[in-house]
């Protein structure tokens, strides 16, 4: 399947959209699971950490989902390269941390995240290569 930067756009779009709301930003705005806003103190800072991190995460995919064009050529593809590994690592640690903890290892969060870190870095190298090949020499 061939890739374009409006379908990368909207891979980017779609992952921010979804770890903005699987990152627990919704579960203490809206107090869903009995958290609200007053027992955020109770939560334990592992977590308001996560959450902080998630959500920054989230919103460098929606960042990138708007500016991502910019972003191809092999001279500029620099930043989105860095915040996916940088996204993938915060993963790991995650998982690992789950591991600490006794939560186990989550081995599928693990598969899953690997697997779009990969897709979307292939695909935004070769974009940003077959940018070079058709820019027109000066």
Do not use: C
């Amino acid at each position: 399947m061939k890739e374009s930067s409006t379908s990368l756009r909207w891979f980017f779009g779609v992952i921010g959209i979804w770890y903005l709301f699987s990152a627990g930003f919704v579960t203490i705005l809206f107090g869903n699971f009995g958290l609200g806003l007053s027992s955020l103190a109770a939560i334990s800072g592992f977590y308001v950490v996560n959450l902080v991190v998630q959500t920054v995460f989230a919103l460098a995919d929606i960042y990138f989902a708007f500016a991502l064009p910019r972003y191809l050529h092999p001279s500029k593809s620099g930043p989105v390269k860095i915040f996916l590994i940088a996204q993938f690592v915060w993963v790991l640690l995650g998982v690992a941390w789950n591991y600490l903890v006794g939560g186990g290892p989550d081995i599928v969060s693990l598969i899953v995240s690997a697997l779009l870190t990969w897709y979307l870095f292939h695909n935004i190298n070769k974009l940003s290569s077959a940018a070079l090949v058709s820019t027109p020499q000066q």
